[in-house]
């Protein structure tokens, strides 16, 4: 079954102790993203990256950090979290076919900073 | 840069009376445009999407979305609803062009059908 993994569902964590959500996919995809949702804002874009190697900011990148070693596996990672990245996280990816043809995305993280 | 409105944060209706989502977007090019839901405590799904020819597109659920050039709008529409539709709906659009993969999003509208 075609899917995106992301781990864990539900965090809980204090200022400034580093966290990583992983974010895992079976489809081959070369293009993956993080988004985050906050009420009212809809989804921004965090980082993306077009394939192995290969990644790039997007609209809200302040306080996050990524990787791509391998093209299956994207995390996000929160070097010292804060409050305001308390925000339900989002991975996505797709195929580069020329223009997207839309997103396959994970089910989301809940992710709460105190 | 592209950008998405969607007019309404919430939108009640009652039980089998029809209903139209409403987005309208900017962007310098052509465009892809797509609709997704979210039901609660799930991630986003796909409902429909514009990306050539037609610019009428349906889903398998009875959700119907006209892209309009002109009005630069590509709203949704449902005839007659049922209580399995309350959810978040998210308009999106993409500029299209090779490597050009992100989508941006809508500010979400919150469809809360009524018995």
Redesign the interface.
């Known amino acids: 079954e075609a899917q995106v993994t992301q781990n864990p569902r539900y965090l809980i964590t204090v200022t400034g102790k580093k966290l990583t959500v992983t974010c895992s996919q079976n489809m081959n995809h070369e293009y993956m993203s993080w988004y985050r949702q906050d009420p009212g804002l809809g989804l921004r874009q965090i980082y993306y990256s077009m394939n192995v190697e290969v990644t790039d900011k997007g609209d809200v990148p302040e306080g996050y950090k990524v990787s791509r070693k391998e093209k299956r596996n994207f995390p996000l990672i929160l070097e010292s979290p804060s409050p305001n990245q308390t925000s339900l996280y989002f991975c996505a990816t797709s195929r580069i076919t020329g223009g997207t043809r839309g997103y396959t995305f994970g089910s989301g993280t809940r992710l709460t900073v105190v | 840069a592209q950008s998405?409105t969607?007019l309404d944060?919430q939108v009640p209706v009652f039980e089998e009376a029809p209903v139209e989502l409403r987005c309208n977007y900017s962007s310098s090019v052509s465009v892809?445009l797509?609709w997704?839901v979210q039901y609660p405590n799930?991630?986003?799904?796909?409902l429909l999407?514009y990306?050539s020819g037609s610019t009428l597109v349906e889903s398998i659920n009875g959700f119907e979305a006209e892209f309009n050039k002109s009005q630069t709008s590509f709203h949704l529409r449902k005839p007659s609803v049922h209580i399995s539709d309350t959810a978040e709906y998210?308009c999106a659009v993409?500029d299209?062009?090779?490597?050009?993969?992100?989508?941006?999003?809508?500010?979400?509208t919150r469809l809360t059908i009524i018995p």
Do not use: A, D, I, R
């Open positions: 998405v969607q944060s892809y797509f997704y799930q991630g986003l799904q796909l999407k990306l998210f993409s299209g062009g090779f490597g050009n993969e992100k989508l941006t999003f809508g500010t979400g």
